[in-house]
């Protein structure tokens, strides 16, 4: 048995449980950077290397090792009997899952059973984030409790990951228009996905519109905004690296959102944050508190240049995002 898990934690933690089988830590931020529908082509991960080593730090040669040796296993998975998909309701875990589900649809699976365990919730676990909360003992009663995926699974995840690594914003917005019932976390994930791009009030993301309320309510330095903006936006299953990542681009001149004061270096893959960047303070600068109110639209202002999956959003765009109508508005 095989079992593909969204973390080295919860890896680690099924390895010191009495879990039967091998384990396969599934690496990559699929909501972060550019994604194509074959992401096994050489030409095609090239953009997505170079993103995350500019935006991140990941190195090219970690990406690739970490890759090739996740994607041999994957390659070899005849010689599994059965494959248990561990995953959780985020829109981290949804876009892992929706890949692998696009890759196991266009496969001859043979005697090869495909199995499915996705939680929103544990009992006792107010705020549930995903599977690293829980203890190898507590990862160990959900043994057995998975669901096998069948066709209806396996089309399902191919048409998101399919949506979700198309060029056309359209495209985006369209999934959630349709049944994705089979995969019942994926709608509420995709939601979050689109408030991500620039909306219709101010040209901010979900992400940049909560970073600037949570600095106007006294939350002001960046180890306890990243822990708000994990309990506000939960469902984004965003990890530190991310976030810093935004909070770099939010501070960037000309037209900088935020003042970071103090002496600071923003962590990557390889440094971890500082006692000095964690006690810097982070203030709204006067762009910031227009943009925040609505009166100014930050991507007019400074443009824009981002991957969300296969879309790139680049210069002044022509379409907002609007959350409350859940629809795209188109711009003169």
Known sequence: MLHIVNGDTVGDKLRAGNIRGDILVWREVYPVGPVFVEMDEPHQRSP?????????????????????????????????????????????????LSYLLHWFSKQTLGHTKLNLLCIGDYPGIDLFRGLGQLS????????????????KELETGSRIWEAYVSPDVERHVEILHEDTSALPFAHAALELHVSRLPSVKNGLGIVEQSTLELIRHGVN??????????????????????????LRCMSERPHALLEIRGPHTFPDYRKKTTASFEKCEVALTEVGMTVAAGVKDWVEMKGINEWYGGLRLHGDLTWRWDSERKQLVYVE
């Not at 330095?221 to 990542?245: A, C, H, P, V």
Request: negative net charge; without cysteine; glycine residues 8%.
């Open 48 to 96: 997505r290397v170079e993103y995350l080593e500019r935006t991140l730090g990941i190195s090219a040669d970690d990406y690739v090792t970490h890759y090739k040796s996740q994607e041999q296993v994957l390659q070899n998975f005849h010689k599994y009997n059965e494959i248990v998909l561990w995953f959780e309701h985020d829109l981290f875990d949804q876009l892992m």
């Open 136 to 151: 190898a003992k507590q990862l160990e009663t959900l043994t057995g409790t998975w669901q096998r995926i069948g066709q």
């Open 221 to 246: 330095n960046s180890r306890e905004l990243f822990k708000e903006i994990g309990n506000r936006l939960s469902g984004l299953g965003m990890g530190d690296l991310e976030f810093w990542y935004r």
